[in-house]
Each structure stands twice: as C-alpha cells, then as structure tokens.
C-alpha cells in the first residue's frame, strides 16, 4: 500500500506533531531550523522535494511563457551542488529526496548534467518524469529503482495512471505520484504494488475553501461544514482556522498510517 506524504507548512511546528510522513522543500531549508530536525526524528519518514514544482510555477505552463527574470539569479548547478551538500549534512533525518528536474526551462542536456551531480556526490534522488523529459517513462522505470511522476503538465487521470504503474511493475520499480489530491481514486491505485508513495497539501485545504476530511477508520472522506456540522454537532461549527488545520492534517495521518498498516499484513 501505498505512503501519503503531506505537504506544505513544514516550518509549523505545531503542525508538525500530527504528521507521521512528511514532505518538504528545500526551498524552505532556512526555515527548518534545530526545532524542526529535532521533531523530525519523530517522523516515520521524511522526503525533501527540490523546489522545482515552485520554480515551474513562476516561470508559466510553456517555454514561451517562461519569466526569464525569475531565473536570473537562479544557477541550477550552483543550486543542485548546494542542495546536495544540504542533504548530505542532514542525510541521517532523511528518507529521500528528489532531483531538480527543470529540463523544461533549461533543456534536457543541463538536465542530465544536474544529475551527474547527484552521481558526484553518491546520492541517488526520486528521478522525476515529465512530458517534455527526452527519456521516456519506460527508460526511466528500466533505469532508477525510484521514480516519480510529476505533477505538471497533462491531465492524470486514473487509467493513465494506472498505465503508468503497470510499466513499472514490470521493472520493479517504486513510484511516487507528485501533488496528488485525488483521494476518491486512491484506493485503486494503491492496489499497484510499484506505487509506493505520494504527497499532497490537499489536507490544508479547509482554510481556504471550508473543507474537512473524516477518516472513518478505511476511507478519506471530504465534508462540507454543513454536513460535518450534522455529522459531528455544532461545536464544530464554531471551530477557528487552526482547529481546522489541526482536525484535518489528524485525519489524513491517520489515513496514511492505515494505509501503510495494510501494507504490512
């Protein structure tokens, strides 16, 4: 079965007692200061992303699009040699972690030379796939033991997916799905033995758009405050954003321990 890794407000550390699997950006390194390492011992497992999701994202969905000056100060090399060391030197705290893979903004040769960084250093990241990667996902499964799908990009829908996981059974290779939020489909994907984890902030999305998750002991389900209202009676109606917070980041870790818990029988 597969692992729910959750995202976002990595630096909370009031937050961060009730996640049991986490991920985060090394983006945010600066802000995880000897308060975080320290809680992170507790995790059950750690995944530092590279920021490459956050660097896509300012830069626009195409080539053409691409805000150049938002890489101006941006050298991808100098970029992945620090963040390589940065692993290195809190690699005991650290389960994985994924290479900057912006082959879309810097072109596929500059993305094979970040990876020979990683090889430099004997690290082995979450290789991560993409449309535009001039390697393709069969490569890819055939090649890395771990390997993820990125979140940019076409639609993933459940049969791609599931098409995709196929493929990598076929290697033995674990994946890892990046921003997944489709919980309703997750349960048919977790059946794919090559599906090994998957991160999501969708658990931080009650704030935003009045959303609470319920675990009901196998399901995830996602309640509109009226109906969770009914369900758990008024006092929770009057609940402030980190009670929020903290209800729904508790049901999504007790969703992923249960997932991880039928793994293990």
Not at 22 to 44: I, P, T
Not at 112 to 122: A, G, Q, S, T, V
Request: with cysteine; hydrophobic share 35%.
């Amino acid at each position: 079965m597969v692992r729910v890794y959750l995202a976002s407000f990595e630096a909370d550390k009031e937050i961060n007692k009730y996640i049991d699997y986490r991920l985060v950006s090394y983006l945010s390194h600066k802000s995880l200061n000897d308060d975080f390492w320290k809680q992170s011992e507790n995790f059950k497992s750690l995944i530092v992303d590279s920021g490459a999701f956050t660097f896509f994202n300012a830069a626009g969905k195409g080539r053409k699009q691409i805000n150049k000056k938002v890489f101006q100060k941006l050298d991808p090399v100098k970029y992945t040699t620090e963040y390589c060391e940065w692993i290195i030197k809190h690699k005991k705290n650290i389960d994985y972690f994924v290479e900057l893979d912006l082959d879309k903004i810097y072109g596929w040769d500059k993305q094979l030379e970040l990876r020979k960084i990683f090889e430099d250093y004997n690290l082995t990241p979450i290789y991560v796939w993409h449309y535009t990667n001039k390697m393709s996902w069969e490569e890819m499964c055939k090649k890395y033991d771990y390997v993820g799908i990125g979140s940019s990009g076409r639609r993933r829908d459940l049969s791609f997916l599931l098409k995709k996981l196929k493929v990598a059974e076929k290697y033995g290779t674990k994946c890892h799905i990046f921003g997944y939020s489709r919980i309703n489909e997750l349960s048919k994907l977790s059946k794919m033995k090559s599906l090994f984890s998957v991160d999501s902030s969708s658990w931080g999305a009650g704030i935003k758009y009045g959303v609470f998750y319920y675990f009901d002991g196998r399901n995830l389900q996602m309640l509109g405050k009226d109906k969770f209202v009914k369900k758990f009676g008024k006092r929770f109606g009057g609940l402030d954003s980190n009670e929020i917070q903290k209800w729904n980041v508790t049901q999504w870790n007790n969703y992923s321990n249960y997932l991880v818990s039928q793994e293990e029988k």
